[in-house]
């Protein structure tokens, strides 16, 4: 089985820009979650998709968003980029029950400036 | 809130040797999993281990098992046999009744000397 994909892999905006990121799961998985790691904040948690529906959200503003296609697909968008965006971001998918194990993409490596 | 700690930055070993990396949680769930995902200088997460928290088991995965107690709240991570890619940086993490959302500790970035 192929693993989870994330395009692009880098992408350099400035400030103000808005960007969109791509994450393809694992074949027969339907739930795909989003990830910010940075140096000073760690791991977080953005948004978790299922079926087209979100069903989870962390704690981030409202210039992040997300969306699952019926292919289960998922992009997430940054409007107004801040130069505090800057980061890895990390999508996983898994099949979407509780506690079922999330499978990582290699991430997109995003620099604003 | 579900916390994740991992009390060591940083951890090193010889080669063959066994290591051990702790990781505490706090939690008031009583349904939960704990994972160990190991990331390489690479950046791709890959998942190392998974317990659930109802199984008194230990979870092992060939030469990784973990210590879980689960009324001390503490869920370790033993790497036998010590491995020059096992070097990375790992991650512990909590996953209860919130769909979707993992919960990292800070990460252990393991060296493995020849």
């Known amino acids: 089985k192929a693993g989870v994909t994330q395009t692009p892999r880098y992408l350099i905006k400035t400030r103000g820009q808005q960007v969109t990121l791509s994450c393809s799961p694992i074949?027969?998985?339907?739930?795909v979650s989003w990830y910010q790691q940075t140096p000073g904040q760690g791991l977080q948690f953005l948004f978790e998709y299922f079926s087209e529906t979100q069903r989870n959200k962390g704690n981030f503003p409202g210039r992040f968003s997300g969306r699952q296609f019926s292919n289960s697909r998922s992009e997430m968008n940054v409007s107004t980029l801040e130069l505090g965006d800057s980061a890895l971001y990390l999508c996983?998918?898994?099949?979407?029950?509780?506690?079922?194990?999330?499978?990582f993409g290699p991430g997109t490596r995003l620099t604003v400036t | 809130a579900q916390t994740v700690t991992q009390s060591q930055p940083e951890m090193s070993v010889q080669e063959a040797e066994t290591v051990t990396l702790s990781c505490t949680y706090d939690?008031?769930?009583?349904?939960?999993?704990l994972f160990w995902y190991k990331q390489p200088p690479s950046r791709q997460m890959i998942l190392v281990i998974r317990q659930e928290a109802y199984k008194q088991q230990n979870a092992t995965e060939n030469r990784f098992s973990v210590n879980f107690q689960k009324a001390a709240k503490s869920f370790s991570l033993k790497i036998s046999d010590s491995q020059l890619g096992d070097a990375a940086m790992y991650f512990c993490?909590?996953?209860?009744?919130?769909?979707?959302?993992?919960?990292f500790g800070q990460g252990t970035i393991l060296t493995v000397h020849p």
């Open positions: 074949s027969g998985h339907r739930s």
């Open positions: 996983a998918s898994s099949y979407g029950g509780t506690g079922n194990e999330q499978y």
């Open positions: 993490a909590y996953s209860g009744t919130s769909y979707g959302k993992l919960t």
């Open positions: 939690t008031s769930e009583s349904d939960y999993y």
